[in-house]
């Protein structure tokens, strides 16, 4: 039972659990290894896998406010960081959200905290984030600037990148020689039609119009400080921050669920198994560009084992899933005939697997 987490609904603990409770009644023997891929849910499941430590500290929300957020300590130097801990879309009210000003500052608190605590390697999750910023929030609390035509320091968040005219390096570097690997789930690059700004955005609150400031604002940042990153695969991720993360950080861009996958012993548990389950909120075409399930299908077909997908709704054809490698896909109780939230709250109440497959 690996499962993603079910967004706003269902933890993938939770999920595998009642997943596990069905195969069980069932007369299987159901192994329970819950994951992610970088997105909310990173840090608990490397955390059930590995164990280690949560610490907690004070950082700057995406819209200034201040909140707790934890971070990971395991042995050997190593730390996890999950970006949506601190600048999460799913802790701002959809009332509140706005996504020119959102900012990434309490990312780079974080990642401070994490090398002040001595630690020699972080993984940073990426998915989740309320933000469109390109990371530059992270960077200005790690000593860059970034400054416009009169040398005035930009406002935080993506709009008033549209006017950025200067970057200014800091003298030193604040993380001194902390080792970073981001974890994207997206191939999304910086700018362009299907960057950050234009596939995510509306998400996060961004108007079309918005869409067309933040979108130009990201192109800016990247034509200002590393022109070669805009159109590389996962620099659109969470807003930018796969960009952000390699130009102001060092970090290497790594994908998530491939990371959390071989962190969490999976390939040696699936060589065991006769059936590998997953699932997620929503499999839909944005899963297959590096999403958890996705990913799981094409190593569980590398195998030679069958891959089941239990969702709260599907919005790809039967000929798609196939393709991408799984056996079947298990729609939870409600089905497509009605709303997403509905299905997933009726998921919530418990997805067996013996009323899924009758």
């Not at 955390?47 to 610490?55: E, F, S």
């Not at 998915?127 to 040398?151: H, Q």
């Not at 997933?344 to 067996?352: K, N, P, Q, T, V």
Request: glycine fraction near 16%; aromatic fraction near 4%; charge should be positive.
């Amino acid at each position: 039972m690996a499962p993603n987490p079910y967004k706003g609904t269902l933890s993938a603990a939770s999920a595998a659990a009642a997943l596990a409770a069905g195969l069980g009644r069932a007369g299987f023997v159901a192994r329970r290894l819950p994951l992610a891929d970088g997105g909310p849910g990173t840090l608990a499941a490397l955390r059930a896998a590995l164990g280690g430590r949560l610490r907690r500290v004070r950082v700057e929300g995406p819209l200034g406010a201040p909140r707790m957020a934890a971070w990971l300590d395991l042995p050997g130097g190593l730390a996890v960081v999950e970006s949506a801990e601190a600048i999460g879309l799913q802790r701002v009210p959809a009332a509140r959200r706005d996504a020119m000003a959102a900012g990434t500052a309490g990312l780079g608190q974080l990642l401070l905290a994490v090398a002040a605590a001595g630690k020699r390697r972080v993984l940073v999750g990426l998915g989740g984030s309320a933000s469109t910023d390109g990371g530059s929030g992270m960077a200005r609390v790690l000593g860059w600037r970034f400054l416009d035509a009169a040398g005035a320091a930009l406002a935080p968040g993506g709009g008033p990148l549209a006017g950025l005219a200067r970057v200014r390096r800091p003298r030193r570097r604040a993380l001194g020689g902390l080792r970073m690997e981001a974890l994207c789930d997206v191939a999304a690059p910086l700018h362009g039609p299907h960057g950050a700004a234009r596939a995510y955005g509306p998400q996060k609150g961004a108007t079309p119009a918005q869409v067309r400031a933040l979108d130009a604002g990201l192109r800016r940042l990247a034509a200002l400080t590393a022109p070669g990153l805009g159109l590389a695969p996962g620099a659109g991720a969470a807003g930018g921050l796969g960009f952000g993360l390699q130009a102001f950080a060092g970090a290497r861009l790594r994908p998530g669920a491939e990371a959390l996958m071989d962190g969490c012993g999976l390939e040696a548990a699936l060589a065991k198994a006769d059936l590998l389950v997953t699932g997620e909120g929503c499999l839909d075409a944005q899963s297959l560009q590096g999403k958890l399930p996705a990913v799981l299908a094409g190593r569980a077909r590398a195998m030679g084992k069958p891959c089941v997908a239990v969702v709260g709704r599907c919005a790809l054809s039967e000929r798609a899933w196939r393709r991408a490698g799984f056996s079947a896909v298990l729609v939870a109780p409600g089905g497509d005939a009605v709303s997403a939230a509905k299905a997933l709250e009726r998921a919530a109440a418990g997805i067996r697997w013996d009323e899924l497959t009758g």
